[in-house]
């Protein structure tokens, strides 16, 4: 069973960074490409970031050369490095393999 467990969620100020992690258990981590969601409150859930098995990357207009999305194999984790944070990032952050869905993190920038 496919478990995706994320942290690193928090309030931060406008301009700010955080650090979302995504570990991933219970399959061939290295097989799979992973991606971050978000959904912010009465709105869809929307792709942030996606990174393939052998490294392509995809990124949705509004956070390129802001966020970059990476993995650690031997930690089995998947990361979203977020910089220059903007009030309309807000959202609950999402980690995704397949049909699997972490429970989610809330991101809140604000002054």
């Known amino acids: 069973q496919v478990q995706l467990v994320e942290s690193g969620g928090g309030l931060v100020q406008p301009g700010g960074s955080l650090r979302l992690s995504c570990v991933v258990s219970?399959?061939?981590?290295?097989?799979?490409?992973a991606g971050w969601y978000r959904q912010a409150p009465g709105k869809e859930r929307e792709l942030v970031a996606r990174?393939?098995?052998?490294?392509?990357?995809e990124y949705s207009d509004s956070v390129k050369g802001r966020f970059t999305i990476s993995r650690d194999g031997a930690k089995r984790t998947v990361y979203l490095q977020m910089n220059s944070l903007k009030p309309e990032d807000t959202a609950v952050y999402y980690c995704n393999q397949g049909d699997t869905w972490g429970q989610g993190t809330q991101v809140t920038v604000s002054s």
């Open positions: 990174l393939s098995n052998v490294g392509f990357t």
């Open positions: 219970g399959n061939i981590f290295s097989l799979y490409s």
